[in-house]
């Protein structure tokens, strides 16, 4: 069933990447992590995750152009009509939290489906044992994305923000180097740990590798995946990922489910 929205408002957050408000008749109930189908009259829909928190009045998603329906989107106006189907698919499991310290590790454009789990944790209170760590890495400080929220993530999170190469209009207080780099030098029980991972894929295989080379349990970490999808539903195969569906059973999988599909030993 696809619902009515108005664009209420955008937010431009990098040269290619917007955050736009949706307004619905109703509010619209979704665990962090999960993604809605946009659909943009007479272009298309694509699967795009939500970027804000559950508990917030407002429902974000925060959009990158890439091809037809992203273009489309980034075209439109506040007001404008989209319609959207969902929510879809797996959260990210915020029961996991209580005890342990939560490491947050995203790349790119990553950040969006986990930035509903930093409003969580910020808002309430989950049980965890330390502070937990945030490792947020772009391409360069301009790709930076909710670069306005970081100082109010900081309250709660040791962050560590990094680009892979500096800019030299920019200045840059910030890491130099790739993500999973940047994991080397954080300090965290892992025993006591549990991972959320979203970003590219290369990405995400090099920091499990170095979580499970630190010692964090393989059923404690948790992959945001990502692979093209039509139905959303589980019905049309177009997202299996070895026996799970990506729309249905993901995006947000544990690492020790899908160990044999996606192989970070040929690292
Ligand atoms: C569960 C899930 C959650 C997602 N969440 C988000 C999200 O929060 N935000 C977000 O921005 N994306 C997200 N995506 C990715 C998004 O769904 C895809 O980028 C989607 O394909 C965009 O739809 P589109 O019609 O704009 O692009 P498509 O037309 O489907 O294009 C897809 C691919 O083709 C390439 N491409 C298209 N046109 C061109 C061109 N002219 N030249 C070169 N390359 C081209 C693009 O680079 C892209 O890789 C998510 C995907 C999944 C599966």
Redo the contacts with the bound molecule.
């Keep these: 069933m696809y619902r009515k929205a108005s664009i209420r408002w955008i937010k431009k957050e990098t040269r290619d990447?917007a955050t736009y408000c949706l307004k619905l008749k109703e509010k619209l109930l979704f665990l962090p992590g999960q993604?809605n189908m946009l659909y943009v009259p007479g272009?298309?829909?694509?699967?795009?995750?939500?970027?804000s928190s559950p508990s917030a009045p407002e429902l974000l998603?925060?959009?990158?152009?890439?091809?037809?329906?992203?273009?489309?989107?980034s075209q439109l106006g506040e007001g404008d009509i989209i319609f959207l189907r969902g929510p879809?698919?797996s959260g990210w499991p915020m029961e996991e939290l209580r005890d342990r310290t939560l490491v947050v590790i995203a790349g790119g454009?990553g950040i969006?489906?986990l930035r509903p789990v930093l409003k969580e944790v910020m808002k309430k209170d989950y049980g965890l044992s330390s502070k937990p760590v945030v490792l947020y890495g772009s391409k360069s400080p301009k790709d930076i994305i909710f670069r306005d929220e970081f100082p109010r993530f900081r309250d709660v999170f040791d962050v560590y923000l990094s680009v892979d190469k500096a800019d030299p209009e920019m200045i840059w207080r910030g890491e130099t180097g790739f993500v999973p780099d940047v994991l080397d030098r954080v300090d965290f029980a892992p025993l006591k740990s549990v991972a959320f991972i979203c970003g590219p894929e290369i990405m995400m295989k090099i920091s499990v590798s170095k979580l499970l080379g630190r010692g964090v349990p393989p059923e404690k970490i948790y992959l945001?995946?990502?692979?093209?999808?039509n139905c959303g539903r589980g019905l049309c195969g177009h997202?299996m990922f070895g026996p799970f569906f990506?729309?249905k059973d993901?995006?947000v999988l544990r690492y020790s489910d899908i160990r044999d599909f996606i192989d970070v030993r040929e690292l």
């Design positions: 990447t993604f272009i298309g829909e694509a699967p795009l995750s939500i970027s998603h925060t959009v990158r152009v890439a091809g037809d329906v992203t273009t489309a989107l879809f698919g454009l969006a489906p945001s995946m990502e692979r093209n999808m997202c990506i729309c993901g995006p």
